[in-house]
């Protein structure tokens, strides 16, 4: 099931480490890095960017314009969390891969500003 919240402001992102500790790590936007339990976290500013399969948590400036992002060929229980942390109002189009499912659907999906979009592949209801 997707999980979607509210973030910190533009600037510093703020990261959290594993769910058993909670630790939080300060990171500046364009730096790819590895978290503990994380191994691939990546932040994004071009207009285009497909999700790959390494990735974990993705983080979208859309301070500049819009960016869509694909979605890589569903896995079952793949999970991303995908973070906007934009403040200009611009968002990220989520387009799911070929004909897989977004929310039960094939369409896409906005993130906007300061939200975070958790999602998990399912093989009979897509990503959700």
Do not use: C, H
């Not at 932040?43 to 285009?48: N, Q």
């Not at 314009?65 to 995908?82: C, F, H, S, W």
């Not at 993130?111 to 999602?119: H, Q, V």
Request: charge should be negative; aromatic fraction near 10%; proline fraction near 3%.
């Amino acid at each position: 099931m997707a999980n979607r919240s509210k973030i910190i402001p533009r600037g510093l992102i703020q990261l959290l480490g594993n769910d058993r500790e909670s630790e939080r790590f300060l990171r500046k936007v364009g730096e790819k890095t590895s978290l503990g339990a994380k191994n691939n976290v990546n932040v994004v500013s071009s207009l285009t960017y497909t999700i790959s399969t390494e990735d974990e948590e993705v983080f979208f400036d859309t301070d500049s314009n819009d960016i869509t992002a694909t979605l890589p060929p569903g896995v079952e229980g793949q999970k991303y969390r995908l973070v906007s942390v934009g403040s200009s109002g611009n968002k990220v189009i989520l387009t799911p891969y070929g004909t897989e499912k977004l929310f039960l659907n094939n369409s896409t999906e906005n993130i906007y500003d300061y939200e975070a979009l958790t999602i998990t592949y399912d093989e009979t209801f897509g990503w959700n």
